[in-house]
């Protein structure tokens, strides 16, 4: 188990604590939006890691976006 206990080795498939580096982004508008967060969701992640990647490491990385 990871530090920040959400990581578990069982649901990491292998990919460690890699979500703690990643920003959900899309090529819009000629991606669907919606459609491609639905594919992150379908990981069945959990939602403390769905957390980091569509909001809290993209603050992290630029604090202004917390508003």
Do not use: C
Request: without cysteine.
């Amino acid at each position: 188990q990871a530090e920040d206990g959400i990581r578990d080795v069982e649901r990491s498939r292998g990919l460690g604590d890699v979500y703690k580096r990643q920003l959900f982004g899309t090529d819009s508008p000629w991606l669907d939006q919606a459609a491609e967060i639905k594919n992150v969701l379908r990981l069945g992640l959990g939602s403390a890691v769905e957390e980091k990647i569509f909001y809290e490491n993209a603050v992290r990385l630029l604090p202004a976006l917390a508003g």
